[in-house]
T-cell receptor, first 114, second 113 residues
Framework: DTGVSQDPRHKITKRGQNVTFRCDPI?????LYWYRQTLGQGPEFLTY????????KSRLLSDRFSAERPKGSFSTLEIQRTEQGDSAMYLC????????????FGQGTRLTVV | SQKIEQNSEALNIQEGKTATLTCNYT??????LQWYRQDPGRGPVFLLL?????KEKRKERLKVTFDTTLKQSLFHITASQPADSATYLC????????????FGAGTRLAVHP
């Protein structure tokens, strides 16, 4: 297993278009998180999955954002009608069961909305 | 609301010196706290976890302290090297019970030869 992988690494899109990102977590990890990071800031929590169930979604996340994790394996994050303010690094992380486990992050997807 | 504060300004030190980074948290009492390293354009990488009943944790040249009275964690890198230059993120869990991490803005460390 090579860790958490994200695809694509970079995405440039025009304002108003829809984009979808994919995350493949470490295979035995049942917890999956999406974060967003802008320049000079720490990662900001977006949403959390335990297996296939989406247990929490940040109130900062507008209705244009949706995430899925079918079958509790890979996850997708879709942004509809993108806006320039959506430009950021989107990070996926996974962790195992247990209360105090480290999170393994992917390399992120850099989104630029023009 | 729960808040994490880290030194917002970059820390510049000379190679060989000890770097000390500060993380302060307010409005809650996390049971543990994690530190991550992030290089430009890459995802964070886990370094250390310290629990509330541990005053200090060490790993090679790294040392973390956790003062629950002061609501503060200190992260030390001894004998610093230019390769230690990166952003260091403090991450206690949100009080939700499933290890959702809340990250500080991070402190950028630059070690000069």
């Amino acid at each position: 297993d090579t860790g958490v992988s994200q695809d694509p690494r970079h995405k440039i899109t025009k304002r108003g278009q829809n984009v979808t990102f994919r995350c493949d977590p470490i295979s035995e990890h049942n917890r999956l998180y999406w974060y967003r990071q802008t320049l000079g800031q720490g990662p900001e929590f977006l949403t959390y999955f335990q297996n296939e169930a989406q247990l929490e979604k940040s109130r900062l996340l507008s209705d244009r954002f949706s995430a899925e994790r079918p079958k509790g394996s890979f996850s997708t994050l879709e942004i509809q009608r993108t806006e320039q303010g959506d430009s950021a690094m989107y990070l996926c992380a996974s962790s195992g069961q247990g209360g105090q486990t480290e999170a393994f992050f992917g390399q992120g997807t850099r989104l630029t909305v023009v | 609301s729960q808040k994490i504060e880290q030194n917002s300004e970059a820390l510049n030190i000379q190679e060989g010196k000890t770097a000390t980074l500060t993380c302060n948290y307010t409005n809650y009492s996390p049971a543990y706290l994690q530190w991550y390293r992030q290089d430009p354009g890459r995802g964070p990488v886990f370094l250390l976890l310290i629990r509330e009943n541990e005053k200090e944790k060490r790993k090679e040249r790294l040392k973390v302290t956790f003062d629950t009275t002061l609501k503060q964690s200190l992260f030390h890198i001894t004998a610093s090297q230019p390769a230690d230059s990166a952003t260091y993120l403090c991450a206690p869990p949100f009080s939700g019970g499933y290890n959702k991490l809340i990250f500080g803005a991070g402190t950028r460390l630059a070690v000069h030869p």
